[in-house]
């Protein structure tokens, strides 16, 4: 690198870049960012010590940005950056060798971060045919890391080409997609995979939650999802329509600024009045729900029901509903000490029996949990 690196972004994102470049202290990192089509001309004068690069823009915009850098520099790191860190977005990344993955908004200090201590194995790419795929999983547990493992396996006569991701936080899996499955489902399918290519991509993806407890029971042997799949849809299909018309209720509540709907920590559906920004109550409530599965995955935890947050005048709550499962939740915004609060809980436990209802697959996918008379509660103040 130079004494400061420099940085190309390409990225359509005008105000995200330009927060980064605000961001950006004098003769710590020099930010330089440029459309896809100005890139050649900019690297034919200038260097660069690393490249961040719009994964969300077409496929061959980014592949004609990387042979670019590519022919004029070499070992220049390449930082893949998306609004979603979705399976394609993730297998983009691998084609394209990206070191690491960076989903949007994030900070001058984090990708700096990422280009400067890339994980050792950051960009490794290999055939894990001789190595248990278990075993491959749990190295990067064990390691702590944060990231994603993707992983293919080729078509055979017999078979369809088979793709799949793990997505690490701070060493635990917290999301997994192959095909369909998702979930404990989907590494469990990953698991009995063999041949497989696999494809470390490093960073911070802040991918949905749909994998709760620790992984060691998760790639136990013998270790498989006990829940009826078909039961569960059906419940879903069921109970799906009522609850969004309940939620849409519940948001002209008075008092009542926000109401929205989640499932595995990502906004399903929901609206906000007109005074409160949508986004930032939606991205807020999505990390509620992060911290919720947190606290509920760990040890001993009798974290089982709500969750709140108070911001300045605003209170955010956050409540499961439905099978555990299904990893649906209710977010509501509403003013600090508003008479509404006082009924919050019977207002979410009623669009909770629209699933209770639906019985006895209810019963059948709901997983125990060792006190079920009553929901813990769980608070953060912010």
């Known amino acids: 690198m130079n004494d400061v690196p420099r940085i190309l972004i390409v990225d ?3 105000g995200h870049n330009a927060r980064l470049v605000e961001q950006a202290r004098p003769g710590v990192v020099e930010i330089i960012t440029a459309a896809p089509a100005d890139v050649e001309r900019i ?7 690393g490249l ?3 994964l969300d823009a077409d496929e061959d915009v980014t592949a004609t940005v990387v042979g670019e ?3 004029h520099t070499d070992g220049v790191p390449l930082v893949g950056i998306t609004y979603r860190a979705e399976e394609s977005k993730v297998a983009s990344a691998c084609h394209l060798g990206a070191a690491a993955i960076l989903v ?3 900070d001058i200090d984090t990708l700096m971060d990422l280009i400067r201590t890339p994980t050792a194995d950051a960009g490794f790419s290999g055939s894990c045919g001789g190595v248990p795929t278990a075993q491959l999983l749990s190295l990067h547990c064990a390691a702590a890391h944060d990231g994603v493992l993707h992983l293919r396996v080729a078509a055979s006569v017999t078979r369809p080409e088979r793709v799949g991701s793990v997505f690490f936080e701070a060493g635990q899996p917290v999301h997994a997609l192959a095909g369909a499955a998702i979930g404990a489902e989907a590494v469990h399918a990953i698991l009995g995979w063999r041949d497989a290519e696999a494809t470390w991509v490093h960073g911070v993806t802040r991918s949905a939650r749909t994998i709760v407890g620790r992984w060691e029971g998760l790639f136990a042997t013998g270790v498989r999802p006990t ?7 059906r419940t879903v299909a069921l109970a799906h329509p009522e609850v969004v018309e309940k939620l849409a209720r519940l948001a002209q509540t008075p008092d009542v600024l926000g109401a929205f709907l989640l499932r595995h920590a990502e ?6 009045v007109p005074g409160l920004d949508e986004q930032l109550a939606s991205r807020a409530l999505c990390r509620l729900a992060h ?13 089982d029901g709500e969750i709140q947050a108070v911001i300045g005048d605003l209170r955010l709550v956050l409540d499961r509903i439905g099978p555990r499962e299904a990893g649906f939740q209710v977010g509501v915004v509403v003013r600090q000490a508003a008479p509404v609060c006082k009924s919050l809980r019977r207002l979410l436990r009623q669009i909770d029996s629209s699933f209770d209802r639906i019985a006895p697959p209810r019963e059948s996918v709901r997983t125990p949990t060792p006190d079920t008379s009553s929901r813990a509660r769980v608070s953060a103040v912010a």
């Open 227 to 233: 829940t009826n799949a078909a039961e569960l849809d």
């Open 69 to 71: 850098v590519e022919r």
């Open 291 to 303: 911290v919720f599965f947190d606290v509920e995955a760990q040890p001993q935890s009798a974290a």
């Open 12 to 14: 359509a994102d005008t």
């Open 43 to 49: 690297l034919s004068t200038t260097s660069i010590d």
């Open 267 to 272: 906004i399903v559906t929901g609206r906000c």
């Open 52 to 54: 961040v690069l719009d």
């Open 104 to 106: 949007k908004p994030f």
